[in-house]
Each structure stands twice: as structure tokens, then as C-alpha cells.
């Protein structure tokens, strides 16, 4: 599978290039997902997007949001594409009820998904976080998705996402 200038491979054949719980993740997920080595230090969206010759429309960005209500914080997952914005503070605010919500902290985001910072995905979270999929990340075919390391991407269909543990897609999830 070739999607702009990468070079892919069954994500299931190459380990290497998933962090831990992604890898642990995917032997769950029924479906084709592909991975493709990447420099590391042009994994941010707009970087990876000019370098590798992919389009912002077809990759997508895993953003984690805390909540809070209260002494409870709720932890989420939002996935929505590089076109778009997560609407943090209106809708995912509401679907997480939470009285305030706000990216997580980036120290906490890596203690707490096992994944490095810029590489963060929606595979392999902890299971009881509720994922949020943009129905526009749903609706495109093929999408470009971190793989919970800086130095490489996945290629997966944006309709397999839902399939994910605790995953639910949102209609206007990002403006």
C-alpha cells in the first residue's frame, strides 16, 4: 500500500516501528493497517505532511483531552484531521462531562498512553478512554495516523478506527 512518497508494510510484520501497546492493540483489530518508517524529526503533521507527500486532508491528528469535574479528571482520545480543529471546550467538553476541558499536559499524555509525544494514536490507549472519531475521519478511505512513536506512520482505513475499543464517531467533533 503506498499512500504519497511513503513506503509501507503490514504493521503486523513490523513491530519495531509501534510503540508497545500499539503493537499489543493491533493483533485485536481485524483489518489492514500498515506502517511506514519515518524521519522522526519531521513526525509533526505539517512537517510530515510536505516532506512525504501526503495531503493534510487524509491524515489525521490524535489529540488527548482532560476533563474535569469537580476532583475527577476523565481522559479522552479525539481524532480529527489535519484540516480541522478538535472543538475541545463545546462539544467534547459535553460528550466527557466534564465542567472543563483542556489538552492534556504533554508530560502526562506520554506517562500515561505509553507513546511518545508527536506520535500519540488512537491504537493501544488505555481501555477505559473513550476514543472520539470526526466522522469526516471516518468517511475518508485511507488515513495517515501517528503509531505511537515519533519515527514512524500508519496507513489505516478511517472506517476501521471505530472498531477500536470505546471508540464512537462524532458528527462536528472538529470545526
Do not use: Q
Not at 512537517?47 to 495531503?55: D, K, M
Not at 483531552?65 to 462539544?91: E, F, I, M, P, Q
Request: hydrophobic share 45%; aromatic share 4%.
Amino acid at each position: 500500500m503506498k499512500m504519497g512518497t511513503l513506503e509501507t508494510r503490514p504493521a503486523p510484520d513490523a513491530t519495531e516501528l509501534l510503540a508497545a501497546p500499539v503493537a499489543k492493540a493491533l493483533t485485536g483489530l481485524d483489518g489492514d493497517v500498515y506502517v511506514a518508517p519515518i524521519d522522526p524529526t519531521l513526525a509533526d503533521t505539517a512537517a510530515f505532511c510536505e516532506a512525504y507527500e501526503v495531503g493534510l486532508d487524509v491524515s489525521a491528528n490524535c489529540v488527548i483531552v482532560a476533563g474535569k469535574r469537580g476532583d475527577r479528571v476523565t481522559y479522552a482520545a479525539c481524532l480529527v484531521l489535519a484540516t480541522t480543529r478538535a472543538d475541545v471546550n463545546g462539544t467534547v467538553r459535553r460528550l466527557i462531562d466534564a465542567r472543563k476541558a483542556s489538552f492534556a499536559p504533554m508530560d502526562d499524555a506520554v506517562e500515561l498512553t505509553g507513546m511518545e509525544y508527536g506520535g500519540i494514536t488512537p491504537i493501544g490507549l488505555p481501555s477505559e478512554w473513550r476514543i472520539l472519531i470526526d466522522s469526516r475521519v471516518d468517511a475518508t478511505p485511507w488515513v495517515i495516523i501517528g503509531s505511537g512513536i515519533r519515527g514512524s506512520k500508519i496507513l489505516i482505513e478511517g472506517a476501521l478506527l471505530k472498531k477500536l475499543p470505546n471508540a464512537e464517531v462524532i458528527t462536528d467533533l472538529a470545526a
